[in-house]
């Protein structure tokens, strides 16, 4: 057996029951360092399998090779598992491996609660990094979802190899969405030393936000309360 498990953004209290009960059927973890060093108080009693950033084939081979002796495996991502995360690759290189899909809170959900009400309406993920997709094609999809008025969770939005891409990515957006249209940046999402950030578009600072920030920028209904931002979802409410 596989499990495929989405931890969360960070903490255990953001960890579904789901996600606690595959990890702690499992005889083996397997993940990327930086996410079993999350849940090491979990897993200290496990056979732990981890290493760095951009070997998911090793792991995922791995995961394989260890099912097939019999024992239980938890291939982990961070947040949910399908969602920028190991399930589709585990899917894509299993053949008779008994594969189960575990869902975990995302991101985007975690940093909208911070946020306020940010995604009450249709909204998309969008990465801006390009290690896996073409550029062009990555500005292509802020066009498309700001024209068409969703509201956007930016992954990935800034990093030092990439200090340009989140401000190009905004000047596509001032095409499409008004200059007082809310952003949120939520950095550490899940984890110690939380830091939120609410300005808008006209206003964001790009030099607060790295690849620990999510940044959701809102629709044309979207506006701030109270520090929160708010999106409406789509019927009028009188009070």
Do not use: W
């Not at 200290?44 to 090793?58: A, C, H, L, P, R």
């Not at 099912?67 to 899917?91: E, F, N, P, Q, R």
């Amino acid at each position: 057996m596989i499990y495929v498990v989405g931890i969360g953004p960070g903490s255990q209290e953001t960890m579904t029951y789901q996600a606690m009960e595959a990890i702690r059927k499992s005889d083996v973890i397997v993940g990327y360092k930086t996410y079993t060093n999350l849940i090491e108080d979990l897993i200290k009693d496990k056979e732990v399998v981890s290493n760095g950033m951009k070997q998911e084939i090793d792991r995922v081979k791995k995961a394989m090779e260890i099912s097939k002796t019999g024992k239980t495996v938890a291939v982990i991502s961070s947040g949910d598992a399908g969602v920028y995360g190991m399930a589709g690759l585990v899917l894509e290189l299993s053949e008779e491996e008994e594969v189960r899909i575990i869902s975990g809170v995302t991101a985007s959900t975690a940093a909208a609660a911070v946020l306020g009400a940010p995604l009450m309406h249709d909204f998309c993920h969008i990465s801006l990094s390009d290690l896996l997709t073409p550029l062009d094609l990555i500005y292509k999809r802020v066009a498309l979802a700001s024209e068409g008025d969703f509201v956007i969770c930016i992954y990935n939005p800034r990093s030092k190899g990439r200090p340009d891409y989140l401000k190009n990515a905004f000047d596509i957006i001032k095409k499409y969405k008004s200059g007082f249209t809310p952003v949120g940046i939520v950095k550490n999402v899940g984890r110690e030393n939380l830091e939120m950030r609410i300005s808008t578009i006209d206003t964001i600072d790009y030099e607060s936000v790295d690849m620990l920030s999510i940044v959701i920028v809102g629709n044309s209904s979207s506006y701030i309360k109270n520090n929160k931002i708010i999106t409406k979802r789509g019927y009028e409410t009188k009070y």
